[in-house]
Nanobody, 114 residues
Framework: VQLVESGGGLVQAGGSLRLSCAAS????????TGWYRQAPGKPRELVAR??????NYADSVKGRFTISRDNAKTTAYLQMNSLKPEDTAVYYC??????????WGQGTQVTVSS
């Protein structure tokens, strides 16, 4: 299974981007789908996560970012609004499963200029 992210790019502060994460095949036993990010010199951090029980967000993105996924769970999205320079990072998609561990995408760069 491969996860492929897309939608990153360069945007001015206050702008929006929508990231997508597409799985190459159906993944069974999904526990959660999440978006993480890693800025230079910093550890990877959870940005948003969605499970059958709902969603949760890092405090730094609450009210600005929205995670969603399609019903077949083959594609996940991260809508990012009101972007700030501190949102600049490589964004990674993650799928955590019951039986086959977790999967990671290759990452997509998001750069927010001031």
């Amino acid at each position: 299974v491969q996860l492929v992210e897309s939608g990153g790019g360069l945007v001015q502060a206050g702008g929006s981007l929508r990231l997508s994460c597409a799985a190459s095949e159906t993944i069974f036993g999904i526990i959660a789908t999440g978006w993480y990010r890693q800025a230079p010199g910093k550890p990877r951090e959870l940005v948003a996560r969605i499970t059958s029980d709902g969603t949760n967000y890092a405090d730094s993105v609450k009210g600005r970012f929205t995670i969603s996924r399609d019903n077949a769970k083959t594609t996940a999205y991260l809508q990012m609004n009101s972007l700030k320079p501190e949102d600049t990072a490589v964004y990674y998609c993650n799928v955590d499963t019951k039986w086959t561990g977790d999967y990671w995408g290759q990452g997509t760069q998001v750069t927010v200029s001031s």
